[in-house]
């Protein structure tokens, strides 16, 4: 099964901006409490194409756990280990292309996929009626779309072969008409697909609000202290961050 959620935005800032803070989002919990969650950020590969003169950019998160409270009840221990306080990383990859004036973006997990697949694409572009235009736009729009998909149906069905799986139907039957039956039994494959997926498009929905208000605050720092205001209070970061931890 699978769930896709899309949702448009416009940000008050030029598009060169929105791209600089769009990397700039996770450099300090400091300047963005919104990305307290991002525990590291690493850059694996970053180069501009000199035949489209497109930058391209991987890099890779270590964040809290995507996996929502709510999905982590709801399977048993011998898939989650027992605990909900566990990292995840995610895999970022990024095209910019400012002769153009748009940005592809691509974000997946690579923990838990054999739970929850989650596949965030944004696309981020000047306004059509701009991009020819001799001076920039002040917005700049992006569409988002994530796609879920829980396989842990399909590995029950795999796990349990044909067989059962007719015998395990016939048991949530019984159990929807008032009898017993197991954790499987009571939901069935499809329905823990579909309750993990949507209880993921549920998390994400309020995730994408957060974000785009950690996007704003960079982009009002931005705009009022420049790239250089920026940096420096990231530098002064760190070395808060550091003198604690000693």
């Known amino acids: 099964m699978v769930l896709t959620h899309t949702t448009n935005h416009t940000y008050a800032h ?5 791209t600089l803070a769009f990397f700039l989002r996770y450099c300090s919990p ?11 950020t690493d850059t694996i590969e970053s180069y501009v194409d000199p035949a489209t003169g497109r930058m391209h950019t991987t890099r890779i998160h ?22 909900s306080d566990k990292a995840s990383y995610i895999l970022e990859t990024s095209v910019v292309d400012m002769r153009e004036g748009w940005m592809a973006t691509e974000s997946r997990n690579l923990n838990f996929v054999g739970v929850l697949s989650v596949v965030e694409r944004q696309m981020y572009t000047m306004p059509k009626q701009q991009q020819n235009a001799s001076s920039p736009s002040d917005t700049t729009d992006v569409e988002t779309k994530v796609v879920f ?10 796990r349990l072969g044909q067989a059962q799986a007719q015998a395990e139907a016939a048991v949530s039957d019984a159990a929807n008409n008032g009898g017993g039956g197991g954790f499987f039994a009571r939901l069935g494959a499809r329905g823990i697909q579909r309750s993990i997926e949507t209880l993921a498009s549920t998390k994400t ?15 009002e720092r931005l705009r009022q202290t420049g790239i ?4 420096e209070l990231r530098k002064m970061a760190r070395e808060r961050s550091s003198e604690a931890a000693a």
């Open 30 to 40: 400091q300047l963005n409490p919104f990305a307290s969650h991002v525990l590291s």
């Open 149 to 158: 998909r829980s396989r842990l149906g399909e590995r029950i069905r795999d």
């Open 14 to 18: 030029p598009f060169p901006t929105v």
């Open 205 to 219: 929905q309020d995730q994408l609000g957060k974000s785009r208000e950690g996007m704003r605050i960079i982009l």
């Open 62 to 83: 270590l964040k809290k756990s995507r996996l929502p409270p709510a999905v982590m009840k709801l399977l048993p221990a011998s898939l989650t280990g027992g605990t």
């Open 228 to 231: 250089m205001g920026v940096l």
